[in-house]
Every structure is written in structure tokens, then in C-alpha cells.
């Protein structure tokens, strides 16, 4: 296609990470005879496993249900490395041939829908040359996350730059970093925190994990040992399906007990941390001042970061920073912790749609601003879903059911030979909270704006529960008065030609 040159798809994917192939593998299964492409900014898929290569990078939930509900995970390791993730994204975009769809270096600008039209001008950058190209589309799924890929979050750390050593941050990690021998000083206690201390403290000197507020932690096996022991005795798929159903019951069963007997939880969590490092363990650094699950668990497999503290290699305070220091930086108790090399691992910078202005006929449509209807569905935005994934959960969960809802609203769409399908939202549905705004995590405070807001009830409130959301995506009827649908204009009357096929 000459650079400028419009190419006019049934379904246009914007993102080729773990949603956006999941979302391409679905239709291609569902949906085999539509036109679909995926623009991809980076240069290869695979999303946020493509861009995370800091030491250690892993998942902080189990691939059994981390993977593909059409595709399981086929290992018996639990946590798997990045790497890893990354390869079973792009296996699973070969197996369901996909992968020949996707359209790489493209960064999306603008999107814009015609109603006139009826159909999605998406205006991209090609950014190794500065080319503009534009693609055309009768629906459009975003799947881009909901962090920015450019940079993650940095507080202004007073005096920063008298540092003298190397500061990195761990989206931006340099290739071929080398830390042997060196101190390091991790700031931050979320999930990258936690991965990068036991991961860089066999080759440093000593990693120090400096935190302002302590984390809860749930150590768990890095090999399920269950199913290998089945394996012996049960067909393979099988193995797999079961340890799918089983993880999927305990991870809702550990939130569901930690919202309603934060008490006990809190208990059982800290209990398994003194399991893990002894009866002299210093609590302080292990006892948040909030109940489990108002910000995400961070998961230690086969106690890892435990066995980093215990050899001595690795050690955790729990103070504020004052300010940096020409050789590493002083905190508010007046201590100074000295350092070759800091790792801010001080989280995410929150971004929706990629950062892509959205209109609809000249109007901009503002995702903080909008409810969502049924979590995928955008208010007032026609033929437009956005995969969002659980918080609460692992991501993949919700992105499949998600994708899933996608195929059978388009399925609805060709039956009743509707064109056009829009949520209108009653008078007075919005409220002010975002739709994570459960969690209390700093960087979902931080980018609360950004969001979409909560609705009052469902279909316009997300309510991040599995077990309603698998009634209200995929056994609910499709059709619903909520959704404004737009018939297939008579032809020659200037609208759009029907779905087109390959």
C-alpha cells in the first residue's frame, strides 16, 4: 500500500500485545471471513513482553489463567519469565495465522468516526520515516493497555542529578546493563520491585529495596507439581483445563476472602512472610497500613525474594526519600544509603487509547469523562470496544471474555444486518469514580483522570467479577435497548458496502 493510501477493513485492532492477538485469534476463529488488520507501534508483538527486558521480568500472575482461555498455557511452570510469555503470544498469533495481519511501526494519531460514512478514519505515523498513513474501518477494538509505553512514572526526586551513579528506571532498561560487583538500590515495593532484588542479587554486590509503605506478599510454588503428578494419568489437554478451573477458583477465592475478612487475611498473609524469613523477622517492612487487595498482591515465587534477605544479599527499608546525594541518597531518618546504580521502580504512567485523540462527527470523545458499557463498549462511540483487563485479576481473564462479547455483538450485527451500534447511557449514570478506582495503588490515583468513569448498575458499572461477567458477556442476549442500532443503509444511498470479505 503506497504510504497515504486508505485501506478499508471490517475490524481494525490497534495493539498486537496479549489482548490484541487474543482478540485477532477470537475473530479469526468466530469470524473467519472478515477483513481484519492490527497496527502495532512497536516492531514486534508481543506488547508489554516485548517492551519490559529488566532482569528477572516474570508475570505477577499464573499462566494458567494468565493464558488464553482458547489456547492454555501448556507448562507446569507457574510464573514464567518474560521471554517466555512473549514466545507463547507470538505462537499463538502463528497458530491462528494472525500474525500475517499485523502492520508494525505504526503509531495511531487520531481516530475519527463518520456517520455520513459510517466507518472509522484511523490516521497512523509511521515513525521510522514520518509517513503518514491512513486506514479505514467499520468497527474499531483498541487493546492498548492502559500505561504509556514511552516512559513510566518518575517522582521529582530532590537533588537527582548531584546522583554520580547510573539511574535507570525498569521500562526504559538499558541493554547489556552491567551491575556485578555494584550496589544497587531499588526504589519501590510493587511487583517490578519485588522481581528485580532477588534477580540482580546473586551477581550484585547488595540490592537494597528502599519502599515508602510496605506491600503485602503471598509466596506461592514456581512449579505446580499437581499437574505433573496428573500428567501421568490424564490426557495432557485435560491437565492443563483443570489447573485453568482450579487457579481461576483460587485467585477469586483469595480476593473474595480478602474483601470480606481483610483481618484474617492480613493475618495469613503476614504469617507466611515469618514463615519465610523466621521469628525475628522486622515486620515493619511487611505491614501496610492497608487491607489486602486495595492495591494488588505482589507474588514471591518459591519465596524468592525471601531467600535474597535471608543470605544476606538483599535488604529492605522502609523510609522516605530527602534527597538524592552525590553517592546515593539520604533519607528522611537522616541515614544515607550509598549506591552505584538506583532503579526507580516507582511504577506506571497511565495512558488510554495510546494516547490517540478519539472523535465522533468533530465531537472528541474523552475516556475519562465516559462510562463503558458492560467494560467494553464506549458511551456515545459507535462500533467501538476497548479490551480492558482485570485489576483484580489476572489481565487475560477479562480480555477474553471481552474479546468474546466483541465476536458476538458483530455476529448480532450481521444476523440482524445492522450497521451502526452505539451505547447510550440513561441521564445521570455517570459517577466520579473511575472504574479501578478499588485499587488504591499510586499510579491508578495518579491516572484516575485518564479513566473511564463507573456507572451506577450494570451494564455501565464494571464490576471486575469473573463469575458476572462470564452471564453478562457471554450468556446475556447481545441485544439490549441500551444499544442503539443503525440498520444497512439501502445501496447507493452513500453508505458503506456490507461487511466485506476476503
Not at 499437581?226 to 483443570?242: C, G, Y
Not at 480478602?258 to 523477622?281: E, H
Amino acid at each position: 500500500m503506497e504510504p497515504g493510501a486508505t485501506a478499508v477493513y471490517d475490524v481494525l485492532i490497534v495493539g498486537a500485545g496479549l489482548s490484541g492477538i487474543g482478540m485477532a485469534c477470537q475473530l479469526a476463529t468466530h469470524h473467519p471471513d472478515l477483513r481484519v488488520a492490527i497496527i502495532e507501534r512497536r516492531a514486534a508483538m508481543g506488547g508489554t513482553w516485548d517492551l519490559f527486558r529488566y532482569p528477572g521480568v516474570r508475570s505477577d500472575s499464573d499462566m494458567f489463567t494468565f493464558g488464553y482461555g482458547f489456547r492454555p498455557w501448556h507448562a507446569f511452570e507457574v510464573m514464567a519469565d518474560g521471554a517466555s510469555i512473549r514466545r507463547y503470544v507470538m505462537e499463538t498469533a502463528s497458530e491462528y495465522g494472525v500474525d500475517r495481519h499485523i502492520q508494525y511501526g505504526l503509531k495511531v494519531v487520531s481516530s475519527t468516526w463518520s456517520g455520513v460514512a459510517r466507518q472509522w478514519t484511523v490516521q497512523t505515523l509511521e515513525e521510522a520515516t514520518g509517513a503518514i498513513r491512513t486506514f479505514g474501518c467499520r468497527f474499531l477494538v483498541v487493546s492498548t493497555g492502559y500505561y504509556n509505553y514511552d516512559r513510566g512514572y518518575l517522582p521529582a526526586f530532590p537533588q537527582a542529578a548531584r546522583f554520580r551513579g547510573l539511574c535507570v528506571h525498569p521500562q526504559q532498561w538499558p541493554e547489556g546493563l552491567d551491575y556485578h560487583g555494584k550496589r544497587v538500590l531499588i526504589i519501590g515495593s510493587g511487583a517490578t520491585a519485588v522481581t528485580l532484588v532477588p534477580a540482580m542479587a546473586d551477581g550484585a554486590a547488595h540490592v537494597t529495596m528502599l519502599q515508602r509503605s510496605p506491600s503485602y506478599f503471598l509466596s506461592l510454588p514456581s512449579f505446580d507439581k499437581i499437574s505433573a503428578v496428573l500428567e501421568h494419568v490424564l490426557p495432557k489437554s485435560l491437565v492443563f483445563r483443570l489447573a485453568r478451573r482450579r487457579n481461576i477458583f483460587l485467585t477469586r477465592l483469595i480476593y473474595k476472602a480478602a474483601r470480606r475478612w481483610p483481618d484474617k487475611v492480613r493475618a495469613l498473609l503476614q504469617a507466611g512472610v515469618r514463615r519465610q524469613l523466621g521469628p525475628d523477622a522486622d515486620m515493619r517492612h511487611f505491614t501496610p497500613d492497608y487491607a489486602p487487595w486495595d492495591q494488588r498482591l505482589c507474588v514471591v515465587p518459591d519465596g524468592d525474594l525471601f531467600n535474597a534477605i535471608k543470605s544476606g544479599k538483599a535488604s529492605v527499608v522502609t523510609d522516605g526519600i530527602a534527597e538524592f546525594t552525590e553517592r546515593g541518597v539520604r533519607l528522611e531518618s537522616g541515614d544515607e544509603l550509598e549506591a552505584d546504580i538506583i532503579v526507580t521502580a516507582t511504577g506506571l504512567e497511565m495512558q488510554t487509547l495510546g494516547g490517540m485523540a478519539l472523535e465522533v462527527d468533530g465531537q472528541p470523545r474523552v475516556m475519562g469523562e465516559l462510562v463503558t458499557y458492560k467494560g467494553v463498549l464506549l458511551q456515545d462511540t459507535p462500533n467501538f470496544a476497548c479490551i480492558f483487563g482485570y485489576t483484580n485479576a489476572p489481565w487475560t481473564l477479562k480480555a477474553d471474555l471481552a474479546a468474546s462479547y466483541v465476536c458476538r455483538l458483530l455476529a448480532m450485527m450481521r444476523k440482524r444486518h445492522i450497521e451502526v451500534v452505539t451505547p447510550r447511557a440513561p441521564a445521570n449514570e455517570r459517577q466520579q469514580e473511575s472504574i479501578m478506582a478499588s485499587l488504591t495503588s499510586g499510579y491508578v490515583q495518579r491516572g484516575a483522570p485518564s479513566l473511564p468513569r463507573q456507572g451506577r448498575m450494570p451494564p455501565w458499572r464494571v464490576l471486575n467479577n469473573y463469575e458476572r461477567d462470564c452471564d453478562l458477556l457471554l450468556r446475556q442476549p447481545v441485544e439490549d435497548a441500551a444499544l442503539e442500532c443503525v440498520d444497512e443503509a439501502p445501496a447507493g444511498e452513500g453508505a458503506s458496502p456490507d461487511l466485506v470479505t476476503r
